[in-house]
């Protein structure tokens, strides 16, 4: 009997004030399934940690990439930290490693690309994994809100340089690529 042979699993994850955004990789500029989730109501953080955890059982990732909150990373509201430290601790604790990157650093890596705001980051993306292209939200005008799906970006962009500090742009992950 022939097994399909498993590839290590990334996923990236954005919090953000209306809930999150998540892509999950399978091997580099290969996303498998990406989406925002946006709970209604009171318990926002409560019920974007069940839907992060049964994100976590259905694909059952190998590495979750999230932005990094702390006080050398980037600066967010306390509910969001909270949530991303959360998320970070139930990870860990299921065994999963565990990377973060500021906004900086996804800022330098793009920079190299000529892409410093964040729709530019997005564009430029969206112009590398076509499968995304579809969920690039327009242009924002400085009278609108953020469109949610750009946290697909955001997370999206962890990817990116994440497995740019690979040092190699191979279709897969293997556990012994990460320092342990």
């Known amino acids: 009997m022939n097994f399909r042979k498993r590839y290590e699993l990334v996923l990236a994850v954005h919090f953000q004030s209306r809930g999150f955004a998540f892509v999950l990789f399978e091997g580099w500029l290969s996303p498998v399934d990406w989406g925002v989730y946006e709970p209604r109501g009171d318990e926002k953080n409560a019920r974007c940690l069940e839907r992060f955890r049964s994100l976590l059982e259905l694909h059952t990732p190998d590495i979750l990439l999230l932005q990094d909150?702390?006080?050398r990373g980037t600066s967010r509201a306390k509910r969001i930290r909270d949530l991303n430290r959360s998320a970070a601790e139930f990870a860990e604790k299921s065994g999963m490693l565990v990377r973060a990157y500021s906004r900086a650093q996804v800022i330098e890596c793009f920079e190299e690309l000529g892409a410093v705001?964040?729709?530019r980051i997005a564009e430029t993306i969206a112009n590398h994994i076509p499968a995304?292209?579809?969920?690039?939200?327009?242009?924002r005008k400085s009278w609108m809100s953020e469109d949610a799906r750009m946290g697909i970006f955001d997370a999206a962009a962890l990817a990116w340089l994440f497995f740019?500090?690979?040092g190699k742009r191979e279709s897969r992950v293997r556990k012994s690529d990460f320092p342990q």
């Open 69 to 71: 909150m702390s006080d």
């Open 164 to 166: 740019q500090s690979l």
């Open 117 to 119: 705001t964040k729709h």
């Open 132 to 139: 995304l292209n579809l969920s690039l939200p327009p242009t």
